[in-house]
């Protein structure tokens, strides 16, 4: 709170500074900035900061670089904090969901709204909100199957429905989200930077974490239809959201009633439903593959996010057609994909094979084991026998599981050779021989998480992931 006010006023001219280009005042707004950050981080760190300020008294030249670093750190940070705002996105968002709770009660109370105006509204929210799971996200931006174009054009269009910006916007940043996830200055949504920014605030200011050059998109920029959707984005909008809306309620006999709850409602619905993905997603739930960044699996998200819930394992294998990769996870886009490929409207879908879906599962559970362990022992007491038994359970079954990589990677290596030296009309007999060896080792990595699953049995540990 002091330092907010010591740099309060420094901040109000540097603002105006750097609008006339004083790199003067703006280096010393750097120094107050980094000021403020020193001072937020003893607070938090306490005396361990001071310690590290003491045996930092001695500069070296890795100190230097280190200075220079914190330097760009720090001026982008400055960057982020006189972000403008971003006028369209933060009107239209900020303006949607309260015309929304005002009119949408209003009207329900005092109109009669009919089953085909209901049923409009399911079939746009549905459309909308998988248009953008299997569209913007799973096609689009990652590639993980391919689309006939009546079903491209089909979740293009109710991707345009869903206003959450061109393709060209909307997949450059996700790909730099998965680039740069949790990074603070890189990652446009990161949920390093709190639930506000990740869920709706990074749109409503032009961060520099959300300026796209395309890039990292050149698959998408030579495409004649999404150079059209980019181009008149704003007009397709409109003629989406309003012309197509207002249609269809003249087709069921109630252009407002639709246009109150297929259009504005459904819109604003929508809209949060999809960025849960990018906020509670990385916020609350379980991480059975990985704890390298900070996505969650989360079945109860999964509902509102047609299927994104599982955002953990889609982090982590992220060209999976799939992202509830077990039968019975609960993802409608990976249905729809699956459905419209038996009727050859979609094709090559990817996927990941089981056995490495296994192993980065056992892998996060030797980890998740080892923390339980460290959690016993940092507590300073004797290690409990039942937790001895752990350690020991835990440490022979990893030797196996190495054993079992080894085994795994060797297997690799020799089907790539085979692949280059047998001879066509064995390669079949081949096949079958490795079909079963890699059958072997999946059997052996199935058998490592049950081992695992009983030895946190044993500590009274329900490990989930496991
Ligand atoms: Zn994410
Ligand atoms: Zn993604």
């Known amino acids: ?3 907010k006010k010591a740099i309060g006023l420094p901040l109000k ?5 750097i609008k006339s280009g004083d790199t003067l005042i703006q280096t010393a707004g750097t120094q107050a900035l980094r000021f403020k950050t020193w001072f937020d981080d003893s ?21 230097k670089s280190d200075v220079s670093m914190n330097e760009t750190i720090d001026i982008r940070e400055l960057e982020f904090k006189k972000a403008p705002i971003n006028w369209i996105p933060a009107t239209l968002l900020v303006a949607t969901p309260i015309a929304a709770a005002v009119i949408a009660p209003w009207y329900l109370a005092t109109h009669h709204v009919s ?71 890189d990652d446009p949504y990161s949920a390093q930077r709190g639930f506000f920014f990740s869920h709706i605030g990074w749109m409503l200011r032009n961060y520099p974490s959300g300026k796209f ?27 989406a959201n309003v012309g197509l809306v207002a249609a269809v309620g003249w087709l069921v006999g109630d252009v407002w009633g639709t246009l109150v709850l297929a259009g504005l409602v459904r819109l604003v619905l929508t809209h949060h439903f999809t960025f849960f993905i990018n906020s509670l997603c990385h916020i609350t739930g379980t991480r059975p593959y990985t704890d390298t960044n900070s996505a969650r699996d989360n079945f109860i998200l999964a509902i509102f996010t047609w299927g994104e819930g599982y955002h953990n394992y889609h982090h982590f294998f992220q060209y999976d057609y799939r992202n509830g990769v077990k039968w019975w996870q609960y993802d409608p886009t990976k249905w729809l994909i699956a459905g419209l490929s038996k009727v050859g409207l979609t094709s090559e879908l990817r996927t990941i094979d089981n056995t490495t879906i296994k192993h980065a599962e056992v892998q996060m559970q030797f980890k998740q084991a080892q923390q339980q362990i460290d959690t016993v022992k940092e507590a300073g ?30 297997l690799k290596a020799k089907t790539i050779e085979l692949k280059k030296t047998e001879f066509a009309d064995r390669l079949h007999e081949v096949d079958d021989n490795l079909k079963s060896e890699y059958a072997k080792i999946e059997q052996k990595i199935h058998e490592h998480n049950d081992n695992l699953k009983i030895a946190f049995r044993s500590i009274g540990y329900n490990n989930k992931a496991a």
């Open 1 to 3: 709170m002091i330092a």
């Open 13 to 17: 001219s540097l603002r105006f500074a």
């Open 381 to 410: 007491l004797d290690i409990p026998h039942i937790m001895q038994n752990f350690q020991d359970r835990i440490k022979f079954e990893l030797d196996a599981f190495t054993q079992t990589v080894e085994e795994w990677q060797a």
């Open 213 to 239: 050059d395309y890039k990292n998109i050149p698959d998408l920029t030579k495409d004649r239809v999404l150079q059209i959707q980019h181009k008149y984005y704003g007009l397709w909008v409109l003629a």
């Open 115 to 185: 089953a085909p105006v209901w049923g409009v509204f399911g079939t746009f929210m549905v459309w909308t909100g998988i248009s953008i799971t299997a569209g913007y996200h799973r096609l689009l931006s990652h590639r993980a199957y391919k689309a006939h174009p009546l079903v491209k054009n089909f979740l293009l269009l109710g991707s345009t429905l869903a206003v959450q910006g061109s393709a060209f916007d909307w997949v450059s940043g996700h790909r730099s989200h998965h680039r740069h996830v949790d990074h603070r200055l």
């Open 43 to 63: 607070k938090a760190n306490g005396v361990a900061k001071s310690e590290n300020a003491n045996s930092a008294s001695v500069i070296n030249s890795d100190n």
